[in-house]
C-alpha cells in the first residue's frame, strides 16, 4: 500500500511536469488568495507588534589563539573542511575499506607523505583525513598531532613502535591520530571513479607504448628537465586531453583504437624519475605514464534529434535514483542523439537535454526516460533499456534529489528526521516491483546493472548503442569513457558518517533483493552484481 501511495504521488508530480501550463496556472491561484488573506491580516492586525524588537544577526568573532594549536606557528594551514558528504570513494558496499599500515617517523623537513594536507585542532577524525585524501586520489593518509593530516602516494620514512602514536584525535576521542612527529598511517583501497590527480590532470595509469607513437599520438617533443606539469601544460596548450610521458618525451594526443587505455600495465614498468622533479614518474622508452588534461574531446559533443522520426518507442527505464539521468549523458554523447522524456524536467532541458520538451511520443529521440512501471505504461513501449541499481544506493540518491535537487543533496535533518524511514517504507518495495513489472510486461528488454555500467562503460555502453540498432564509432565511444561524468552526477563532496540503514530495513531489502535476483535468474538475464548481494 506505501508503494502505491508513492507512485500516486509521483503520478500527481509528473502530470503537473507535462501540464506546466496548469501547474503555473494553479500557483497563480494559490498566490492571490495567499495576497488576500495576508492583506487582510495587515488591516486587521494588532498595530501593537510593530514594537517588538527585531532579530538581530550576531557575527562570529575571530578564532581564539588557542584554537590554532602551540607550537605550530610556523606551519601552513590548509583549511579544506567540508560539510558531511555521503559516498566516499574509497567505500565499498557499507563499510571503510581502509587497512592501518603502522605507525611512522614525520619529519616537518622530510615529510613521510608528501602530497596535500590540511589541519583542524577541534574535530580531525580519522574518518576525515582518509575522505580527504581518497577524495584527492592518494593511497595514504596519515594523521599526526591529532589534528594533523597528510596524504601521499608512497611512504617515504621509517616504521616505529606502535607506542609512539599515542595522541587522541581532537574530533573522536575513540581513536588515535598519530603522535609528536609521528604518523599513524592508512592505505585507502580506490574505487574505480576516484580519479588520483596531479593538480588539474588526471591520472590514467602506465601504458604500453603504441606500435605508431606518431600516429596514435600526433604531437610530441623533447623537455629539458621533464616534469608531470611541463607536458600537461604542452598538451594543454595544443589542445589535447591526454599527455604522456615517456622519460624526456612528451606525446600529446586523444583515446583512440591505436592508444585506447584500456590495457593499463603495472606502474613499476613506468618508475622512471622525471629530470626536473623528485617524486614523480615520467616513464620511459616502452612505457607511458598517461595523465588526461582539462581539454574537452569535442568528438562525441554534437546532438541533435533523429533526422525521420522513429515509429519504434525505446524507454530507458530505471526506478528513481538509479542513474537514469547519467544514463542519457552516456547514450546522447554516444550515439549523437537527443534522448526524450516521459516527465517534463526545466531544469534537465536548460543543462542541455533538449529532447526534454519533446513529447514522449514524437518519434525524434532515440529513446524515453521513465520511472513508470504501470502495465499500460510498459507496454506502450516496443523495447526497453532497464537500469538496475543497488536499491542501498538508489534510495539514498532519490532521497538526496528529493530534498536537494538532481546534484544536491539532502540536509542533515531531513536523514535524522521522519522523512528517511518513511521513505525507505515506501520506496523500497517499488525499487522491486519496478523491476519485476518491466521484466513482466516489457517487450525485448535489455538489463542494464548500473555497477556493471561503470565498471565497463565501453563494453556495456556499445551493447547499448548496439541494442538501439546503430553503427559503433569506436574512436567516439573513447571520447565518452573520457567525459562519462558530465555535469549531471553529485559532486561527491558530501556523505553521511553513519549507516542511515537499521537492521529491520536492511531485512526487508534484501529479502527485495533476492526476489529480483531470482527473477533475473529465471528469465536468463544477468544476475545482481555480487556487490550488494545478500550472502
Known sequence: ESSIMARALLKIQRYFRRKPVRFFSFILLYLTAGSLVFLHSGFSGDSGQAGRDPLTLAENGPLSSESRGLGLIGRVFKDTRRAARFGPPWMKGNGQDAKY?????????????????????????VFRCQDNCAERGYMYAGLEFGAECY???????????????????????????????????????????????????????????????TLALPVGAVIQNMSVDKCVDMCTEKEFSLAALAGDKCHCGFPTILFTLHEPEEEELCIHRCAGEDFESCGNDEYFVVYQTQVQDNRCMDRRFLPTRSKQLTA?????????????????????????????DGSLYNKGFKGERDHWRSGRTICIKTHE???????????????????????????????????????QAHWKGKEWPEFVKNYAPWWASHTLDWLKYGKNVHVVHFEDLKQDLFLKLKRMVLFLGLEVSEDRLLCVVGQKDGNFKRSGLRKLEYDPYTPEMRATIDGLIRTVDATLKQRKVTRVP??????
Open 101 to 125: 599500515i603502522g605507525c611512522y617517523v614525520d619529519d616537518t623537513q622530510k615529510r613521510a607523505l608528501r602530497g596535500v594536507s590540511f589541519f583542524d585542532y577541534k574535530k580531525m577524525t
Open 151 to 213: 596524504c601521499g602516494h608512497k611512504i617515504q620514512a621509517a616504521n616505529v613502535s606502535e607506542s609512539e602514536c599515542n595522541m587522541e584525535c581532537k574530533g573522536e576521542k575513540s581513536n588515535l591520530c598519530g603522535g609528536a612527529n609521528r604518523l599513524s598511517i592508512y592505505r585507502l583501497e580506490l574505487s574505480q571513479e576516484s580519479a588520483r590527480r596531479y593538480g588539474s590532470a588526471i591520472f590514467k595509469g602506465c601504458f604500453r607504448r603504441p606500435d605508431n607513437v
Open 316 to 344: 530507458l527505464a530505471s526506478f528513481p535514483g538509479a542513474g537514469n539521468t547519467w544514463a542519457r549523458h552516456l547514450i546522447e554523447l554516444a550515439t549523437g542523439y537527443y534522448t526524450g522524456s516521459y516527465y517534463f
Open 373 to 411: 512501471s504501470g502495465r499500460k505504461e510498459i507496454e506502450s513501449f516496443d523495447s526497453s533499456i532497464l537500469i538496475i541499481r543497488n536499491p542501498y544506493k538508489a534510495l539514498m540518491a532519490e532521497f538526496n534529489r528529493k530534498y536537494g535537487g538532481h546534484i544536491g543533496f539532502a540536509s
Open 530 to 535: 555480487e556487490d550488494y548481494r545478500p550472502r
